[in-house]
T-cell receptor, first 116, second 113 residues
Framework: VTLLEQNPRWRLVPRGQAVNLRCILKNSQYPWMSWYQQDLQKQLQWLFTLRSPGDKEVKSLPGADYLATRVTDTELRLQVANMSQGRTLYCTC?????????????FGPGTRLTVL | GDSVTQTEGQVALSEEDFLTIHCNYSASGYPTLFWYVQYPGEGPQLLFRASRDKEKGSSRGFEATYDKGTTSFHLRKASVQESDSAVYYCALSARNNNNAPRFGAGTKLSVKP
């Protein structure tokens, strides 16, 4: 059973242009939603965890700037700007907060971004 | 801060070989430790987890034992198959709201028939 839907699945991004990603949660038993980036060397890095509608966070990492928004109980968004290197963004969901003993992350299929 | 170290970046084996992927961690207290597997074109998925010292996690013939003394959680499988070819990640989650889940760098396993 698919817990998460991500769109788009891939995108070519002209240098300097921002892109907006969406993640839809299919099962409310896993309300803690997060974004992870995976770089071209396959390194996974946690970006954000947002629980409540209206939550927003920003972060700048080498190669991209991020703005994450929890829009509703079932929708999480991510804006990626100033991207200089390709990467894959994964949405995840979890039954409890970071640090919980059973904080298994369920990963979505990912959105692959390539810089033009 | 918390960290996870996977020694092997790539491992190449033949079918029925024995597999070991080393994972060592650094964290305060008792973190929960995980092994995730990522098949080509997919997101990572949980293999198994362990939450306390000497606990063994296992799934699909893979196993690892939480060892607080050596701060290790090495992944082992007695006889690998070509279908096990994937990237394997060791990860930890600490009981601290300020600590994000940490993933190791990943180990790419290639199994030849």
């Amino acid at each position: 059973v698919t817990l998460l839907e991500q769109n788009p699945r891939w995108r070519l991004v002209p240098r300097g242009q921002a892109v907006n990603l969406r993640c839809i949660l299919k099962n409310s038993q896993y309300p803690w939603m997060s974004w992870y980036q995976q770089d071209l060397q396959k390194q996974l890095q946690w970006l954000f965890t947002l629980r409540s509608p209206g939550d927003k966070e920003v972060k700048s990492l080498p190669g991209a700037d991020y703005l994450a928004t929890r829009v509703t109980d079932t929708e999480l968004r991510l804006q990626v700007a100033n991207m200089s290197q390709g990467r894959t963004l994964y949405c995840t969901c979890s039954a409890d907060q970071l640090g919980g003993g059973y904080a298994e992350q369920f990963f979505g299929p990912g959105t692959r971004l390539t810089v033009l | 801060g918390d960290s996870v170290t996977q020694t092997e970046g790539q491992v190449a084996l033949s079918e029925e070989d024995f597999l070991t992927i080393h994972c060592n961690y650094s964290a305060s207290g008792y973190p929960t430790l995980f092994w995730y597997v990522q098949y080509p074109g997919e997101g990572p998925q949980l293999l198994f987890r362990a939450s306390r010292d000497k606990e063994k996690g296992s799934s699909r013939g893979f196993e690892a034992t939480y060892d607080k003394g050596t701060t290790s959680f090495h992944l082992r499988k007695a006889s690998v198959q070509e279908s096990d070819s994937a990237v394997y990640y060791c990860a930890l989650s600490a009981r601290n709201n300020n600590n994000a889940p940490r993933f190791g760098a990943g180990t790419k396993l290639s199994v030849k028939p």
